[in-house]
Each structure stands twice: as structure tokens, then as C-alpha cells.
């Protein structure tokens, strides 16, 4: 058996390829389903229904979608530059961090003001803390991967540290949680009787904005090259350092956009569970959507339907919500081999 | 008697037929070379042989029994050895160590290193090759490390030798010298098919040709009655015409080196060890010199990717301050990358980016700050594309799938178009066939009737005796006086290539007495 490139790969390939790499995870996913002993059909039926199959369904799908789309997006502009972060989670509380400090009561604006406040305190929080890990990628080459990751636990405790003590609210008996966010700073809700909110909207803007400066801009078309062969870049003049430090900078602030999102947008204050590992999904997000910042609408509306979709499943039926994480993962491997097959075809002898 | 029998290959992919109906047979105790430019289906002919790929007709009779197809041990088991252009060596192993790397048995704890080392010693012994296997093949030359090459092959018992552009990487004393191993080879009834597209070279050593062409197999002939034209007109089917070089007065400097020193790092010899080197106006410098001796630190420096730890650069007469791309773009610099597919194209954006790569900042090519005008790029691109005759399907196509002489012509186009005052050329032609070589060869010809100053770069002396007005040699990072092509010859070349710089200022001195 052998791997042989294809001469030319058709749009619908590429398009369809993803949709049946989920069909095939869900495929081998029921294999785990028909374990426990419940209808395969049945299972699914729930997760369905449980995922988009009412209004209240579909509003909560797309709720979770919303820190995820951001994160996805974090990790898909970063990625194609080859920057590895996988910092998203630390970066998404340093937005919450901001969102908390600026919107618990340091300033006090009409919300048409107050909002885009919270989201440029919050973007440049999450982009602040990249500049540690691009410095000592740039001067030292020290692996993005490992600066990054760690920094999530330093920040994490740091939060923990903040709401056990400074950050407090008064009022919360003791749970540490920080203030609320006054009302001028939440984001109102774009649907009625749902916690849909303002952040979904942000985050679509964002996919379509980062889509647009990939595909038709200067910085675009030097962080693809960059991406694509860096030594040939810098061959044509493109500065890596300059390109990283700004790659990284969206990044960071992609995934600060969720924290202000999660904070202001759904929690109305800032926990330390205020984030389920969304940092850490955005990395399948963006890899299912094969780093498309268009994809990522996609591929975040279908992640967190499994999640809210199994979280109902797993009422229903005998079945826990874990086998959402294997649906994910199951996921993520099937599109990327499929992925390889849109660019290969394996002949077998 | 005949030991390997190629009867009736055809092998396809897709539209393309890269082998249409080849046969050729190899008798013991016989150089037979394989003639052909590249893309006529050498490589694919020994993937073939070497089960890699599988022949949609044909087959292959090795020692009069039928090669398996598509079993990649089956040729190397029969006693087919091959040394490949690219040398597949691991650096960080000693000579032994690689030469023994996959012959011993998986289930066994330790190597046989003794018996191994005697058994390599009887070999080269044997074969009159002169090998050290205890060194670091990190720390030995190209020539040795073909000659390890040649010796794993032997060392897996190779009764047949396929040698894939050998003398690519090597000094012409070196060429001597592997050419009297494999008369010994022949005479100790080896067989050896040498793959090549350097004339004189098989004209030296083989005892017959076959010429592929276009998947072809187009002509086979005694050496003895065969001569460079009628080759090279049996290779490329059509008559070659050389571009004609004229000699032009050399006008002002635009490039000076002055005593430049590159170093190595820590521990480490200089790259650029004291170099000062001018070209001028109207003016093609030859840089000869083996693989690896400051060739590469030499074109970071002028393409603006490396900074001199010491000395100047000065272009045009202006002292360079800055040592970016950027601006040795801006100050017209043209460079032509040493690795096409690794520094001078992103293979996998599309030919017009890869066009506008170095324009990119220019106004035309964006609108409304920092917005790619995609029309005026691809208005842009497609004039290169004309004028430079750049073939590909569509400029959206990735830029990997264009051919080897189509991606020069490619870089050779969005360097040219800023008509810029010194062109770096590295290995300008380096894998291309006789078609683009010429192509490349008259753009740089051209350029320097329009005024600039080119520094070649090549391992290959024929290119350099019929491009350049002055050769300059580069041995350890160091470079020779320059010379005039006219008073010096090859060997003379060759000698100080392996070290003696000197050698060519007796000549000089010799020239003026």
C-alpha cells in the first residue's frame, strides 16, 4: 500500500472531505455507544436534538460556540505562521482578567463605549502575555510549545491567586469569584429568552476579519509565507521575528476576545472555572477546520453541538457526556487523515 | 555475458509516459552510461529497477532471473548497489558505522564491528580505495564520502554499480581519481552504469551510451565511435547552440568585498576568512571552488541574509550599513538562491505570489494601505510570465508542480525585472536540461550587456570557462586572485581548488616573465 499525490484536487474534494471524515468518526464512535448497551440510533437521536433540534437547543449550541470560535481562531492564525501556541487558555483569562479589572467598576461609560473597552483591554491583555514566549523564540529559540503551554498554569494559579484574595468580591460569601460587571459592560443578548449573546456576532466578525487579512493583505500573504517555508521568506525580505511577534500578538488576542466574551457576554463575573478548557478545544477547532478562519465558524458550531448535544444525550440515555471528548478526538483524526487523502490517493497492491 | 536485461519498460503516471518502451542491457565488465537531460526518465528507470515503482509493461532480468517488480529488496539482494547524487549518509556516524548501518541482523545485541572492519579494510584494499573508518563522515570531504558511498555498496556484495551523477560535487582531480576506481571495478568484473549529462565525462569513461530522451529510448552507441556534438545533439534532439560570450571592457565596481570575515561560531573555523573580491559593470565573475568552502556564507552575505563579523561591503561605492534582504533589494541587488525549492520559492503558494514575492511593497501591487490588488499582481505576473517564458498551466497553480527549469526561470524573471546593478547567480543551472540551462545563460548574458555585474557560483568548470570573463577560486574560505579565463585552464583550476590559492599567481607571474 502506497501514498501517491493527486495531479489536481477538485473544490468539492476539499469541501467534502471534512463531512465525511465526521460521518466515519461517528461510525466508529457508535462502536463505544454499542459497548453500554443503548441503541446506537437512539444515542445519536438525542445528541441531535440535544444539539439543534429546538430553539432552545440550537441558542445554547451556539452560546458554547462562541469562546470557541474565538480560540479556533487563535489557534488557526497562529498555526499557519507556524507559531505554535497552545497558550490559548492562559491567554483567554488574561481577557478576562482585563474585562474583570476594566469593567467591575474602574470606569463607568455608556456601553456603545464601554463594550469596545472591554474588548481592547481584554485582545491586549491576551497578546501581552505572547511577548515572553515570541522574545524567547525570536532571541533565544526556545520552543513556543513549551513557553506557552506552561504559562497557562502560571496564569491559572495567578487568577486563583487573585480571586482568593485581591479580586474577591465582598459579596460572594466567600466563593472565590471576582465582582460582577456592571450592566453598562455586559453584552446584551441578541435573542430573546436565551443567553445567546453579543459574542457570538464578535466572534463571527472576527473568522471573517482574520479571513480577510489571510487571504487579501500584505501581512496576510507574508504570514502564509512564513508559514509555508520560512527560509524562502526571509530569501524575499519577509522579517520572521516581525511577522511571528504580529501573528502572535492576533493570536493572543483572538483567544483575550473569549475571555471577555465568556466574563461579560455568559458568567457576568469571573470564576475559575470560567473556562472549561476552551483554549485547549480551540487547537481541534482549528484543526478541523483545516486552519480556515471560515472553517472555524463551522467547525466551532459543530464541536460545541457535541458537547451540549451529549451533555442531553447523557440524560437521556445511559451513556456519559465523556463520549463527547472521544467524538471530538475520534473527529479530529478522521479529518486530518482525510485531509491527506484529498492531497494523496492510496493505492493498494 | 549479459547480467542485467531491461526488456520493454513502459511505465506511465497519468498522461505522462516517463518510460515508453525501454530496454537496454548491461554485459559484466562493462561501463555502460545512461545519457539524458533531466525529466527523460533516468530516475524513473532505476526506481523501477529498485522496486519502487511498478512497470505497467516490461520487466527486468537481473543475472538471468526475473526481477520480482515492486519488491525494493529484490534488486540490492540480487547485487545491485547504487550511489545516489544526494549521498544518503548519517554525518553523526563514523565511515564503519554507515557502511554496516542495515546489513546486520535486527535480533542480535551487538555489532560485529571487528570482523566488519576487516572485512571493509580486504574491500578497499581490493579496489584500491583509501578509506579512514573510524572518522566522523561529518569530517570527511565530498570525495570521500562518495567513495563510503561506493564502498556500502560493494560492502552489501554489488556485482552491478549504478552511479547517479557522480561527479557532481567533485574537483576534476577528484573525477580522476573515481574514474581509476571504477577501471578497477570493471576490471575485477563489476558492471556500472553511470548516469550522467556531462559529455566528456562519458566520453572518457564508458565503453557504450544510451541516450534517453523524453522517456525515450532514442540511440544507443560504441563510445569509441560517438563525439560531444553527436551526443549532445542524440540527448537533446536538435542541435545545441552555446550562447555566444563577448568580451566587454569592465567598467566601474559594483559590488567590493573588502576583507570580510564570516565567522563560524564558536569553536569554528571562519566561514569567510579575509575576503575581498570586486565585480564590476559589464563583468560575469566564475566563483570555483568544491562544495562547502564559504560558497554558502558568500551568497548569505550578498543576498543580504548575513552580516560580515568583520569588513565591509560596499555597493555602488556606498559602504552597506544595513544587512537585510530588504534593502539589498532596494540598492539592486538581484540574487538567484543557491536551492531553488528552499530559499527561492514557497512551493506551496501560488506562481504569481511567488512572482510579486520581492515587489510586494511596490504601490502598483496594493491599494488602500496595505490590500493586495490582485489584478495588477496577476497583470504583473503575467507579463514575466511571457516575456521570461515561464511555462505552467495557470499561474494559480502551486508553485512545487512547476519543472525545475521553469521554477529558475520563475526566479530568474522576478529578479531580472528590477533590472537590478549585480546579480548574485548560485548554481544558476544546477539540475536543469540543455533547453533552460541556455535560457538561464543568455538572461545572465544579457544582463551583463545591459550593465551589471554578476558573480557566478558553480561547481561545474565548463559553466564558468563559457560564462565568465574572470574566475575566482574559493578553498576553505578564502578566495584566489582573480583570474582571466583566458590564461588559465581547468586543471589549473582543479589545483587550486583542492588548496594550493598560490597556484594561480605563479601562473600569472609566469604569464608576465
Known amino acids: 500500500m502506497r501514498l501517491e499525490p493527486r495531479e489536481s484536487v477538485s473544490f468539492w474534494l476539499v469541501l467534502l472531505a471534512p463531512v465525511g471524515a465526521i460521518g466515519v468518526a461517528l461510525v466508529l464512535t457508535s462502536g463505544l455507544i454499542m459497548w453500554t448497551g443503548e441503541s446506537v440510533f437512539e444515542a445519536y437521536g438525542h445528541l441531535l436534538k440535544g444539539a439543534f433540534g429546538s430553539r432552545f437547543a440550537l441558542t445554547e449550541t451556539l452560546t458554547r460556540a462562541t469562546p470557541l470560535m474565538l480560540t479556533g481562531l487563535a489557534a488557526a492564525v497562529a498555526f499557519r505562521a507556524r507559531f505554535w501556541n497552545i497558550g490559548a487558555e492562559g491567554q483567554l483569562y488574561c481577557g478576562a482578567l482585563a474585562a474583570t479589572y476594566l469593567g467591575t467598576g474602574l470606569v463607568t461609560l455608556h456601553p456603545t463605549l464601554m463594550i469596545p473597552l472591554l474588548f481592547v483591554g481584554g485582545a491586549l491583555a491576551g497578546g501581552v502575555v505572547l511577548l515572553l514566549p515570541v522574545y524567547l523564540k525570536s532571541k533565544l529559540s526556545v520552543d513556543e510549545v513549551v513557553t506557552t503551554l506552561l504559562l497557562n498554569f502560571i496564569i491559572l494559579l495567578f487568577v486563583n491567586y487573585l480571586l482568593e484574595g485581591p479580586l474577591r468580591d465582598p459579596m460572594s460569601m466567600g466563593w472565590p469569584q471576582a465582582a460582577a460587571i456592571i450592566d453598562e459592560g455586559v453584552l446584551p443578548r441578541i435573542m430573546e429568552k436565551s443567553r445567546l449573546h453579543l459574542g457570538f456576532i464578535i466572534g463571527v466578525i472576527s473568522a471573517v476579519m482574520v479571513w480577510f487579512v489571510m487571504r487579501f493583505t500584505i501581512w496576510g500573504y507574508e504570514i502564509r509565507a512564513v508559514g509555508h517555508n520560512p527560509s524562502a521568506a526571509t530569501f524575499a525580505g519577509i522579517s520572521i521575528n516581525l511577522t511571528v511577534l504580529r501573528v502572535a500578538l492576533i493570536s493572543g488576542g483572538l483567544a483575550g476576545f473569549a475571555g471577555v466574551t465568556e466574563v461579560a457576554g455568559l458568567k457576568g463575573y469571573l470564576t475559575l472555572d470560567l473556562s472549561p478548557g476552551f483554549g485547549y478545544a480551540g487547537i481541534a477547532v482549528a484543526m478541523l477546520a483545516n486552519l480556515h478562519p471560515l472553517g472555524v465558524i463551522a467547525s466551532a458550531i459543530f464541536l460545541a453541538g457535541i458537547y451540549v448535544g451529549a451533555d442531553s444525550m447523557s440524560r437521556a440515555v445511559n451513556i456519559p457526556n465523556y463520549i463527547a471528548d472521544v467524538m471530538v478526538a475520534v473527529s479530529v483524526l478522521a479529518v486530518l487523515v482525510s485531509l491527506m487523502l484529498t492531497q494523496y490517493r492510496v493505492r493498494v497492491r | ?513
Open chain 2, 1 to 513: 555475458m549479459t547480467v542485467l536485461d531491461i526488456k520493454g519498460i513502459t511505465k506511465s503516471f497519468g498522461s505522462l509516459v516517463a518510460n515508453d518502451n525501454i530496454s537496454l542491457t548491461l554485459s559484466e565488465g562493462e561501463v555502460l552510461a545512461l545519457l539524458g537531460e533531466n525529466g527523460a526518465g533516468k530516475t524513473t528507470l532505476m526506481n523501477i529497477l529498485f522496486g519502487h515503482y511498478v512497470a505497467d509493461q516490461g520487466e527486468i532480468e537481473l543475472f538471468g532471473t526475473r526481477l520480482m517488480p515492486g519488491a525494493t529488496d529484490a534488486a540490492i539482494d540480487a547485487g545491485v548497489g547504487m550511489v545516489h547524487q544526494h549521498f544518503t549518509l548519517a554525518d553523526n556516524l563514523s565511515v564503519l558505522e554507515n557502511i554496516v548501518l542495515g546489513t546486520e541482523p535486527l535480533t542480535s545485541w551487538k555489532s560485529n564491528t571487528a570482523q566488519a572492519k576487516i572485512r571493509l579494510a580486504a574491500l578497499a584494499e581490493e579496489f584500491g580505495m583509501h578509506i579512514e573508518p573510524d572518522k566522523l563522515v561529518a569530517d570527511i570531504s565530498v570525495g570521500e564520502r562518495q567513495r563510503v558511498e561506493i564502498m556500502k555498496a560493494l560492502y552489501r556484495g554489488a556485482k552491478i554499480l549504478i552511479l547517479d551523477e557522480p561527479t557532481a560535487v567533485l574537483t576534476p582531480q577528484e573525477v580522476d581519481s573515481l574514474f581509476a576506481t571504477l577501471r578497477t571495478m570493471v576490471a575485477r568484473g563489476l558492471s556500472i552504469i553511470f548516469i550522467s549529462h556531462k559529455l566528456h565525462e562519458i566520453l572518457a569513461i564508458s565503453d557504450r551510451v544510451n541516450v534517453l530522451r523524453r522517456g525515450c529510448m532514442v540511440g544507443e552507441i560504441a563510445t569509441k565511435d560517438a563525439n560531444r556534438d553527436s551526443l549532445a545533439e542524440m540527448m537533446v534532439g536538435r542541435e545545441v547552440s552555446r550562447p555566444k560570450v563577448e568580451h566587454m571592457e569592465a567598467g566601474a565596481p559594483v559590488v567590493e568585498i573588502d576583507n570580510v570575515v564570516v565567522s563560524g561560531g564558536r569553536g569554528h573555523k571562519p566561514l569567510l576568512d579575509g575576503v575581498s573580491l570586486s565585480i564590476h559593470k559589464h563583468e560575469i565573475v566564475g566563483l570555483a571552488g568544491v562544495a562547502g568552502n564559504g560558497q554558502s556564507a558568500l551568497g548569505d552575505l550578498l543576498s543580504g541574509l548575513r552580516a560580515p563579523t568583520s569588513g565591509s561591503v560596499r555597493i555602488a561605492g556606498d559602504t552597506v550599513k544595513d544587512y537585510s534582504a530588504r534593502s539589498f533589494i532596494a540598492t539592486g541587488i538581484g540574487r538567484i538562491p543557491e536551492d531553488r525549492h528552499a530559499k527561492g520559492v514557497v512551493g506551496d503558494m501560488t506562481v504569481w505570489e511567488n512572482m510579486i514575492s520581492e515587489n510586494l511593497r511596490e504601490k502598483p501591487l496594493w491599494r488602500f494601505g496595505r490590500i493586495i490588488d490582485f489584478d495588477a499582481c496577476r497583470e504583473f505576473s503575467r507579463n514575466l510570465i511571457e516575456h521570461f517564458d515561464v511555462r505552467c498551466k495557470t499561474m494559480e497553480m502551486p508553485t512545487k508542480q512547476l519543472s525545475g527549469g521553469n521554477m529558475q526561470k520563475l526566479i530568474l524573471a522576478r529578479t531580472l525585472q528590477n533590472e537590478p546593478r549585480f546579480i548574485l547567480a548560485n548554481q544558476p543551472v544546477r539540475g536543469l536540461d540543455e533547453g533552460a540551462i541556455a535560457a538561464v545563460h543568455e538572461r545572465l548574458l544579457a544582463a551583463k550587456r545591459a550593465g551589471a555585474g554578476v558573480l557566478l557560483v558553480s561547481e561545474d568548470l565548463d559553466e564558468l570557462f563559457a560564462l565568465a570573463d574572470k574566475i575566482v577560486v574559493i578553498y576553505h574560505g578564502n578566495i584566489s586572485e582573480p583570474l582571466s579565463v583566458d590564461e588559465v585552464t581547468a586543471q589549473d583550476i582543479g589545483i587550486m581548488m583542492a588548496g594550493d590559492l598560490g597556484h594561480g599567481k605563479n601562473l600569472n607571474r609566469a604569464g608576465v616573465a
